[in-house]
């Protein structure tokens, strides 16, 4: 057993050191990320504030989640409407006759 773990310890700190570069390099995929700005207050505690407002909010990665973030996007006074998520369109099916089931898809 303990020859296994030396002859492969090199391996493990390789692997290990890879995952954490990844991680460290990771961008954040929540899309409430685009408008918040991420800080660390005089606690050292890890927060995010809004761009708008400015309200702050918890977020450690491991405790927090978005779900306050994203709430505050739909109630923040200050925040956008008009902005456009790229990412995804909608797709409309437009019915060639009242009933048919054949049609038109448009973006």
């Not at 109630?75 to 008009?82: A, E, N, Q, S």
């Not at 998520?85 to 019915?95: A, T, V, Y």
Request: with cysteine; charged share 25%; aromatic share 8%.
């Amino acid at each position: 057993m303990t020859a296994y773990l030396t002859l492969h310890l090199p391996m493990r700190l390789k692997l290990m050191l890879i995952l954490q570069i990844k991680e460290k390099n990771m961008k954040p995929k929540a899309t409430c990320w685009k408008h918040f700005d991420k800080f660390t207050d005089e606690s050292g505690a890890k927060k995010a504030k809004c761009k708008y407002c400015e309200k702050p909010y918890a977020a450690s990665t491991s405790t927090n989640g978005t779900s306050a973030m994203n709430n505050h996007m739909r109630i923040c006074l200050k925040f956008p409407r008009d902005i456009v998520d790229k990412g995804q369109k909608l797709i409309n099916f437009l019915p060639s006759s009242t009933g048919a089931k054949e049609g038109v898809i448009s973006t």
